[in-house]
């Protein structure tokens, strides 16, 4: 069965993603959570309007600036409690910008796996274009062919990847979307509540790094 605390954290972050999604740069977005088990460890998954039946979040609409160009966003989430059963960690996640509803190339996605396991970094970033300075660094011996859509950008590993709120506000600031009126605010407001959530994840993995940290700040008192 799914520990109820699993099951009721993941409800509420579910709502704070459909929030912040519905009052920035959409509309009528219905985040879903379902649940699942693999290897006997439990875990949810979050999407757009996602069934037990598929197991895939759908894309949403958003509505560029440009009037004759479609834009759609693709949004998952894994999660699952952390090794102490308390607090609610994303397993993977996904992020991506296409120019339809079932497009496979797009503009850019980025992508978060825990201890990934083929030697990319765990958080990165793959942007859809070409490159003729890459073309020219490929090894012929392996990397025929090989686009700027194959490489992985680190960005910020598990601790300071970038969230949900800066690829919205990059959309917004880069003016390839509309926004709604008040979205400042809702992305500030995540924004925060994700980096404190990171920062309190951080102290608790290095507690030698945050006593060292209280002694210097008594220190710093006394003087």
Same mark, same amino acid.
Do not use: C
């Given at each position: 069965?799914? *520990?109820?605390?699993?099951? =009721?954290?993941?409800?509420?972050?579910?709502?704070?993603?459909?929030?912040?999604?519905n009052g920035t740069i959409a509309s009528h977005v219905q985040i879903k959570a379902v649940a699942l088990s693999r290897n006997d460890d439990r875990l949810f998954m979050l999407g757009h309007l996602l069934t037990r039946d598929t197991m895939a979040a759908q894309r949403f609409r958003l509505k560029p600036r440009a009037p004759k160009a479609e834009l759609w966003m693709d949004i998952s989430f894994q999660l699952r409690l952390d090794a102490e059963r308390e607090h609610l960690m994303v397993q993977q996640s996904f992020v991506g910008l296409f120019g339809s509803a079932g497009a496979k190339h797009g503009l850019f996605h980025y992508d978060y796996?825990?201890?990934?396991? =083929?030697?990319?970094? =765990?958080?990165?970033?793959?942007?859809?274009? *070409? *490159?003729?300075?890459?073309t020219a660094l490929n090894d012929p011996k392996c990397d025929t062919g090989r686009s700027l859509a194959k490489l992985h950008f680190p960005v910020g590993g598990k601790r300071f990847r970038p969230c949900l709120e800066d690829v919205i506000e990059f959309l917004v600031a880069e003016r390839l979307v509309v926004p709604r009126d008040g979205h400042e605010k809702l992305l500030e407001a995540g924004r925060e509540r994700f980096r404190k959530n990171q920062l309190m994840a951080a102290m608790r993995r290095d507690p030698a790094t945050v006593g060292e940290f209280n002694e210097r700040c008594k220190a710093q008192q006394q003087a």
């Open positions: 069965m799914i *520990s109820d605390k699993l099951r =009721d954290r993941t409800n509420k972050f579910g709502k704070e993603i459909q929030a912040l999604l796996e825990r201890d990934k396991a =083929d030697g990319y970094p =765990d958080a990165h970033l793959q942007v859809d274009a *070409s *490159s003729e300075l890459l």
